[in-house]
């Protein structure tokens, strides 16, 4: 938890010189400050803002967002935003807190607005930081971005926030926005080619939380977690215990680590299921920098390069 404090107040250190001190973008105008929430949100607005931006990541690489604690520098750097971008859907609540503490009055980005989210059956919500459901209805899953296609409309939404924030470049903005759409549009096709390499019967995996029920959806492949979409809980001894008995009938051979997740639980599930653990995962955070998923795009690429030839056993 240091490494993770210390690394985020690393992403945090730009905001406390003043503004002033940036350097001006090839328009002459000082770049946009925006804030997001996490560091997948933070990189589409890199990817999109380019130099017209810059970004503050309040939950940065390998920093689990699902309970995070906002520092008073986080504040600071939301009073001076021109922009705030959430992920919305419970994800990150606590946004919505620390913004009325600093007093934050400007723009909000939700970059979940205006999608249909997946419901989560059978309690998987329960007791966990996510929205909850009311009346009886199942609570959202908010790890959207899991899809492509959903990722997509996120890169709409944030272009158009840029836009409307930043009107002098609100043409750039949009024009940067129509292009990292179409890298997704055509990262999302080489992910089905992919997938469509492993037989349907061996598209499972296990992970250390559910946070693959958007890609599962999208891709045709089914996750199986010792806990539910938030980190928060530990699975009971029944729960471990039933996963071992699928791994064990299903011969499943994907199972994997998530880079912010404590290893313990599938580290025990896999050695007592006889299963090696087949590497790590990039669920709901990036990797940084000097990682093997620094970007969105980047994450895709790693997960879906080991996903593929573990589900297929070594066969592919």
């Given at each position: 938890m240091q490494r993770r404090a210390l690394l985020a107040l690393s992403l945090a250190a730009p905001w406390v010189a003043p503004r002033l001190a940036r350097p001006a973008t090839a328009q002459g105008a000082a770049p946009l400050p925006v804030v997001a929430s996490f560091s997948i949100l933070g990189d589409m607005v890199r990817q999109i803002g380019g130099d017209a931006v810059a970004a503050h990541v309040i939950a940065g690489p390998d920093v689990d967002a699902h309970s995070f604690q906002p520092r008073p520098s986080d504040a600071q750097a939301l009073r001076g935003a021109g922009l705030l971008v959430r992920n919305g859907l419970g994800f990150d609540a606590w946004v919505d807190r620390l913004a009325r503490s600093a007093g934050y009055a400007g723009p909000v980005a939700t970059a979940t607005e205006g999608l249909t989210p997946r419901r989560l059956e059978g309690g998987h919500g329960h007791g966990h930081s996510h929205g909850h459901g009311h009346g009886g209805q199942a609570a959202a899953?908010?790890?959207?971005?899991?899809?492509?296609?959903?990722?997509?409309?996120?890169?709409?939404?944030?272009?158009?926030?840029?836009?409307?924030?930043?009107?002098?470049?609100?043409?750039?903005?949009?024009?940067?926005?129509?292009?990292?759409?179409?890298?997704?549009?055509?990262?999302?096709?080489w992910v089905r080619e992919e997938i469509g390499r492993v037989p349907e019967a061996r598209r499972r995996v296990v992970t250390s939380h559910d946070?693959?029920?958007?890609?599962?959806?999208?891709?045709?492949?089914?996750?199986?977690?010792?806990?539910?979409?938030?980190?928060?809980?530990?699975?009971?001894?029944?729960?471990?215990?039933?996963?071992?008995?699928?791994?064990?009938?299903?011969?499943?051979?994907?199972?994997?680590?998530?880079?912010?997740?404590?290893?313990?639980?599938?580290?025990?599930?896999?050695?007592?299921?006889?299963?090696?653990?087949?590497?790590?995962?990039?669920?709901?955070?990036?990797?940084?920098?000097?990682?093997?998923?620094?970007?969105?795009?980047?994450?895709?690429?790693?997960?879906?390069g080991l996903l593929v030839p573990a589900m297929l056993g070594g066969a592919g």
């Open positions: 899953d908010p790890h959207a971005w899991q899809d492509l296609r959903h990722g997509r409309h996120y890169a709409g939404v944030i272009a158009a926030a840029l836009a409307a924030a930043d009107p002098a470049r609100a043409d750039l903005h949009r024009a940067r926005g129509e292009a990292y759409q179409a890298r997704l549009a055509a990262l999302d096709a946070a693959f029920g958007y890609f599962a959806e999208a891709y045709g492949v089914r996750f199986l977690a010792p806990q539910g979409v938030s980190t928060d809980a530990e699975p009971s001894a029944a729960q471990v215990a039933r996963l071992i008995r699928t791994l064990k009938a299903e011969n499943i051979t994907a199972v994997f680590l998530e880079n912010m997740a404590n290893p313990a639980t599938l580290r025990r599930l896999a050695a007592e299921a006889g299963i090696t653990v087949q590497g790590r995962l990039y669920a709901d955070a990036l990797s940084p920098p000097g990682g093997p998923a620094p970007s969105y795009e980047a994450m895709f690429r790693h997960n879906v």
